[in-house]
């Protein structure tokens, strides 16, 4: 079976620069999730997509950051304009349940790096 | 606000001998509880959960328990091995999965 795929695996742009990261969840997985990791932090959450809509966007700054999943399936997240602070892991992770039936069990692609200069 | 907590940045065992790992959190709706593991340039995968209703769930060299009146949960490793070096993520679900700071271990041979 194959894992959740990320690209680019790596990103360095200069701030004010935009990006994009793209992920394709494991196939038949309906619940889609794009998480930030700051160097010595744990994962949050920025947003959770439940088929193709949003179950949770709460802590995506929503002024620089946008998410889509097309037709259900893989998602890209873009940041636009980038900040410094923006430095982070990007991960993706799928499941098959979301809601009261989620154990919490996720998994993750490995992440695509971004450095802002 | 931190929900989940992991008071231990790091942490430093022999080869062989037990690891115990920490973890709180404040949120008494939280369903199941969940220990994530984490290499370099990885992303974490999923280790073990426990359930809210049960207080103690094992598998292999991994155990962990779950003190519901002190919303404490506790990761064990034995024997530790030095594959077992990496971060540990606490993690809690109820209607999103919401991870702790993480602990980093390292198993010395």
């Known amino acids: 079976e194959a894992g959740v795929a990320q690209s680019p695996r790596y990103k360095i742009i200069e701030k004010r620069q935009s990006v994009a990261f793209w992920c394709n969840p494991i196939s038949g997985h309906a619940t889609l999730y794009w998480y930030q990791q700051i160097l010595g932090q744990g994962p949050k959450l920025l947003i959770q997509?439940?088929?193709?809509?949003?179950?949770?966007d709460s802590q995506l700054p929503k002024d620089r950051f946008s998410a889509e999943r097309l037709k259900g399936v893989d998602s890209t997240l873009k940041i636009q304009p980038a900040k410094l602070e923006d430095s982070a892991v990007y991960l993706c992770?799928?499941?098959?349940?979301?809601?009261?039936?989620?154990?919490?069990?996720?998994?993750f692609g490995e992440g695509s790096r971004l450095t802002v200069l | 606000d931190q929900q989940v907590k992991q008071n231990s940045p790091s942490l430093s065992v022999q080869e062989g001998r037990i690891s115990i790992l920490n973890c709180d959190y404040t949120?008494?709706?939280?369903?199941?509880f969940l220990w994530y593991k984490k290499y370099p340039a990885e992303g974490p995968t999923f280790l073990i959960s426990?359930?809210?209703?049960?207080d103690k769930n094992e598998d292999g060299r991994f155990t962990v328990f779950l003190n519901k009146s002190a919303k404490h949960l506790s990761l064990h490793i034995v024997p530790s091995q030095p594959g077992d070096s990496a971060v540990y993520f606490c993690?809690?679900?109820?209607?999103?999965?919401?991870f702790g700071p993480g602990t980093s271990l390292s198993v010395i041979p």
């Open positions: 949120n008494s709706m939280f369903d199941y």
């Open positions: 426990i359930s809210s209703i049960k």
């Open positions: 993690a809690t679900s109820y209607d999103k999965v919401i």
């Open positions: 997509f439940q088929n193709n809509g949003v179950v949770d």
């Open positions: 992770a799928s499941s098959l349940f979301a809601g009261p039936a989620n154990t919490g069990e996720l998994f």
